[in-house]
T-cell receptor, first 113, second 113 residues
Framework: EDKVVQSPLSLVVHEGDTVTLNCSYEVTNFRSLLWYKQEKKAPTFLFMLTSSGIEKKSGRLSSILDKKELFSILNITATQTGDSAVYLCAVESYAGNNRKLIWGLGTSLAVNP | DGGITQSPKYLFRKEGQNVTLSCEQNLNHDAMYWYRQDPGQGLRLIYYSQIVNDFQKGDIAEGYSVSREKKESFPLTVTSAQKNPTAFYLC????????????FGPGTRLTVL
């Protein structure tokens, strides 16, 4: 059965800390891995990763994929209170023309001032 | 501004009543999706649509129905057959099912009393 496991489930840090969130997966026919940030309501897209070893970066956030070991990490440096959110990982698998996203449970990050 | 809108934000219904949740997008996306999100569970796919007048069941379609008469609109009806309808419902869209980077609406929180 396809599955996506995120760790830790929750995390509390102080402003300025660096955090690393993990996403491991077991899916058939992997196509891509996506990271989203969810603050109360709609998840907002952060990154899509398809190739191993290529870091995607956006400001203080970065992410990398390891397709051999079947995991991805999301790094946030110099955290701010505005980074407090649930971070969701989803893996896209495909079978012919049918593609679907398998979602992890998320990591709840709280950044305290 | 392009985006996805869902209405209403909060909805209360009595048990046994059908209720329809609205989802509209002006991104010119072909594919649209409905998910439900419950505490302690990942996003679960209810229905998706790849093009107008076509839709497919997701993982938890029982007790739900959809229509896709227009490209911009993908309403979800929660019927009285849905045994546990109280949840947070998220609508999403993507350019198509191949380019599966999904963009989400703000969600509707449905409470059935």
């Amino acid at each position: 059965e396809d599955k996506v496991v995120q760790s830790p489930l929750s995390l509390v840090v102080h402003e300025g800390d660096t955090v690393t969130l993990n996403c491991s997966y077991e899916v058939t026919n992997f196509r891509s891995l996506l990271w989203y940030k969810q603050e109360k309501k709609a998840p907002t897209f952060l990154f899509m990763l398809t190739s191993s070893g290529i870091e995607k970066k956006s400001g203080r956030l970065s992410s990398i994929l390891d397709k051999k070991e079947l995991f991805s990490i999301l790094n946030i440096t110099a955290t701010q209170t505005g980074d407090s959110a649930v971070y969701l990982c989803a893996v896209e698998s495909y079978a012919g023309n049918n593609r679907k996203l398998i979602w992890g449970l998320g990591t709840s990050l709280a950044v305290n001032p | 501004d392009g985006g996805i809108t869902q209405s209403p934000k909060y909805l209360f219904r009595k048990e046994g009543q059908n209720v329809t949740l609205s989802c509209e997008q002006n991104l010119n996306h072909d594919a649209m999706y409905w998910y439900r999100q419950d505490p302690g569970q990942g996003l679960r796919l209810i229905y998706y649509s790849q093009i107008v007048n076509d839709f497919q069941k997701g993982d938890i379609a029982e007790g739900y129905s959809v229509s896709r008469e227009k490209k911009e609109s993908f309403p979800l009806t929660v019927t009285s057959a849905q045994k546990n309808p109280t949840a947070f419902y998220l609508c999403a869209s993507s350019i198509d099912r191949v380019r599966n980077e999904q963009f989400f609406g703000p969600g509707t929180r449905l409470t059935v009393l």
